[in-house]
């Protein structure tokens, strides 16, 4: 279970709930009642709360994250909404949630700004932070057509900056770390990446007949070389393919790092604060 790795590390955990398809279309396709949407959503975040009574401890801080996912098919957006369906469509689901222990929402595998800037419009109508994890496609670009950049522009300037941070999810990180540029502000505000453990396309993921589950070892190295690029980055994990020990592999190999730019960044900090005094 992820919760011994964290424990193991001593590391924080964000558990994440099994929600990300409980709004009331997707429930709808597999014959449940628009009623059964809060039922749903409320136990899978107790469930993650019984969870966090057992393993929580000061070492090991739990978060509790509920999911949401896109209306619509992740990898083709076939139909788009506008802002207002958006934010009117995930207003139930963020709603429900709103009133439960969760901590945060994270919509992931989002792929085109109005959806996400809907979602994260509905979650600041009820005072919940909200995370927005973009899907980066082989070709650096969300299925919809936007760049990264583009798509955490548009939706930081639609909002007001509302999303606590941006994150991306759903396909390797070699996809997508050659066009993160350090020092630029839309890069600065991803502070997440939670990747696939394969290297294929979604196409070719689409057609698979079985798990393609990668190197867990090089799946960490590149998730290291990813901290050398993004300053903010310090919430880490796996997607689809991935399990326990990818988890502990970038535990194994990310903490180091991590660790030691930390403490050079505090250093720098201080000198900055010491000559300025001065």
Same mark, same amino acid.
């Given at each position: ?79 788009? #909404?506008?802002?207002?369906? /958006?934010?009117? =469509?995930?207003?139930?689901? !963020? @709603? +429900?949630?709103?009133?439960?222990? *969760?901590? #945060?929402?994270?919509?992931? /595998?989002?792929? =085109?700004?109005?959806?996400? !800037? @809907? +979602?994260?419009?509905?979650?600041? *109508? ?153």
């Amino acid at each position: 279970m992820f919760a011994n790795v964290a424990r193991k590390y001593d590391v924080g955990l964000i558990l994440e709930s099994p929600t990300w398809r409980a709004s009331p279309d997707w429930m709808r396709k597999i014959g449940y009642a628009d009623q059964d949407v809060a039922t749903v959503n409320r136990k899978a975040i107790e469930l993650l709360c019984d969870i966090r009574k057992e393993y929580e401890t000061e070492n090991c801080p739990i978060v509790i994250n509920a999911c949401v996912g896109p209306r619509g098919d992740a990898y083709n957006p076939t139909t788009k #909404m506008s802002i207002e369906e /958006a934010q009117a =469509y995930h207003a139930t689901q !963020i @709603g +429900i949630i709103s009133q439960t222990n *969760a901590d #945060m929402i994270t919509a992931l /595998a989002i792929n =085109y700004p109005e959806e996400a !800037i @809907g +979602i994260a419009k509905a979650a600041k *109508a009820v005072s919940i932070p909200v995370v927005i994890s973009f899907i980066v496609g082989a070709n650096d670009r969300l299925p919809a057509g936007h760049t990264l950049k583009e798509a955490i522009e548009t939706v930081d300037n639609a909002t007001q900056n509302s999303p606590i941070y941006y994150m991306i999810n759903c396909t390797h990180p070699s996809n997508f770390e050659h066009v993160l540029i350090p020092g630029e502000a839309w890069v600065s505000r991803i502070h997440s990446v939670k990747g696939n453990a394969s290297k294929k396309s979604h196409a070719e993921l689409e057609k698979s007949k079985e798990l393609d589950s990668g190197n867990p070892i090089e799946f960490a190295e590149h998730n290291r070389a990813l901290l050398y690029k993004l300053k903010n980055l310090n919430v880490i994990g796996g997607c689809c393919g991935t399990d326990c020990r990818h988890v502990e592999e970038i535990c194994k190999v990310c903490l180091n790092t991590f660790n030691q730019m930390k403490n050079s960044r505090h250093k720098e900090i201080e000198s900055k604060t010491s000559t300025t005094n001065d």
